[in-house]
């Protein structure tokens, strides 16, 4: 279905003010004709009377849109166009606006304050919630923002993490969000779903060895953690290609909650503590064996005492205890020899 913008059309208040002042005619035209009691006077009577009843018709066409607003005009079934743009619109009376996702509320921008003021009735426990009074055909052209609901996903290690994005969009197209799918609001919540658990499954929550998240066949550091650039690019190319059959453009897409399920965030959490004392560890290791060496050699040079194999091994030890402890050392004298 592609597109047509209806223009020229802006034409409501004198359509209006010429309805009105028919009607103001119609008045003077039923008392003169009864006045005259002839059958011209009758004739006038009748035609007065039928503007009367019917004229209200002509207000049908009146459209008024503010701002980023689109009304999809149909014609007994019939597509005829899209009206775009603030303006006060007549069109003909017997064209019906068409939105079939109008009465859709999703967990978005735009969509909080018709919650709060109208009749909600949820149908699942998911993102999607239907209004009960008459919902407003018009189509918002503004950007909206789409706060879906977390999910548990397993990620490529098959560790279960619980993850939200935020999606950034905006309908481009009128004719095919509303033609060309059911309700373009419920396709966009689905396959936003579907492309971040396509998404998340190829990443691990944290880096991890031998791990391809690019697809080239080499291993590399992506993670969910530490590419979240990436990973909401790629979910937001995701989404987009999905969507352009409904008339939608993606504009961002962004990771709004990323954490282990709650059944092993517990053992994740000690295993990252564990880690990071490894790699503690491993840093006071280091630096304690380049002291020491640095202690054997400057007192090597500076020939402060001469050291057998046996005392520099002792040295050693006693320097990497007192080094590498939790704790701070507490000397023993010895007032004795050395042996």
Known sequence: MK??????????????????????????????????????????????????????????????????????????GKYIGTLKGDGFYWVNPFCTAFNPAASTRLRQSGDVAAESSSSMKFKSEGDTVSTNTAADKRISLKIMTLNNNKQKINDCLGNPIEIGIAVIWRVVDTAKAVFDVDNYKEYLSLQCDTALRNIVRLYPYDVAPNVDTTGDGVADEGSLRGSSEIVAQRIRDEIQEKVSNAGIEIIEARITYLAYAPEIAAAMLQRQQASAVVDARKLIVDGAVGMVEMALEQLSQKSVVELDEERKAAMVSNLLVVLCGNHDAQPIVNSGSLY
């Not at 008392?31 to 019917?54: C, H, N, P, R």
């Open 3 to 76: 597109e047509k913008i209806i223009s020229g059309k802006k034409n409501g208040m004198g359509m209006m003010l010429l309805t009105i002042f028919l009607y103001i005619i119609s008045i003077f035209a039923a008392i003169v004709g009864t006045a005259l009691e002839s059958f011209v006077g009758d004739v006038i009577v009748v035609l007065s009377v039928i503007w009367m009843s019917l004229g209200w018709i002509m207000f049908m066409g009146l459209k008024v849109l503010k701002p980023q607003e689109a009304l999809v005009l149909t014609l007994f």
